[in-house]
T-cell receptor, first 112, second 117 residues
Framework: SQTIHQWPATLVQPVGSPLSLECTVEGTSNPNLYWYRQAAGRGLQLLFYSVGIGQISSEVPQNLSASRPQDRQFILSSKKLLLSDSGFYLCAWSVFMNTEAFFGQGTRLTVV | AQKVTQAQTEISVVEKEDVTLDCVYE???????LFWYKQPPSGELVFLIR??????QNEISGRYSWNFQKSTSSFNFTITASQVVDSAVYFCALSEARRSSASKIIFGSGTRLSIRP
């Protein structure tokens, strides 16, 4: 069966520091991969999605970037974190772009 | 453009009451998918159901039921005999059924459901 791993679970980082969140999927090939952000008490905002290795699409302009160095690995990065980058980050995968996505456990990022 | 509206920000009911979470959507496509997800306090989103636009049959799964009505662009979720473990944030979502990178899942803002013992 397919599983998705996301780490770390929580992270406290100072403003201006770099960020790297990693997500890996097991048990499937060529998944569609997503990064979502959920601000406190708010809905989900799609940040990036990827349909294949090296293929990244950005939904909103921001201080973050994403990379997909391997088929089942998706990385969210920032060179310099801002206070506004705080939030709950969720990685997800799906078979097709328009079908249900399955989510990781999330990373709660606090920028101080 | 796609849009999902969950007008109920928070709902609080006493255990064993029935509760309905509303979801209204907008899309220009005739073919689309609708979803419901549950986000318990742990944070992980749990997929509950997917319906396609051609299937308006209501679905029941245990205490959960879903009412899909194209005429009103609604996809409501009812929990019967609610339990404390049902306390969570529930998200409704929509995607167009084109198999292309342009078809992404769009989420509503969520409804926080609290079940009081």
């Amino acid at each position: 069966s397919q599983t998705i791993h996301q780490w770390p679970a929580t992270l406290v980082q100072p403003v201006g520091s770099p960020l790297s969140l990693e997500c890996t999927v097991e048990g499937t090939s060529n998944p569609n991969l997503y990064w979502y952000r959920q601000a406190a008490g708010r809905g989900l905002q799609l940040l990036f999605y990827s349909v294949g290795i090296g293929q990244i699409s950005s939904e909103v302009p921001q201080n973050l970037s994403a990379s997909r160095p391997q088929d089942r690995q998706f990385i969210l990065s920032s060179k310099k974190l801002l206070l506004s980058d705080s939030g709950f980050y969720l990685c997800a995968w799906s078979v097709f772009m328009n079908t249900e996505a399955f989510f990781g456990q999330g990373t709660r990022l606090t920028v101080v | 453009a796609q849009k999902v509206t969950q007008a109920q920000t928070e709902i609080s009911v006493v255990e064993k009451e029935d509760v309905t979470l509303d979801c209204v959507y907008e899309t220009r496509d005739t073919t689309y998918y609708l979803f419901w997800y549950k986000q318990p306090p742990s944070g992980e989103l749990v997929f509950l159901i997917r319906r396609n636009s051609f299937d308006e049959q209501n679905e029941i799964s245990g205490r959960y039921s879903w009412n899909f009505q194209k005429s009103t662009s609604s996809f409501n979720f009812t929990i019967t005999a609610s339990q404390v473990v049902d306390s969570a944030v529930y998200f409704c979502a929509l995607s167009e059924a084109r198999r292309s990178s342009a078809s992404k899942i769009i989420f509503g803002s969520g409804t926080r459901l609290s079940i009081r013992p």
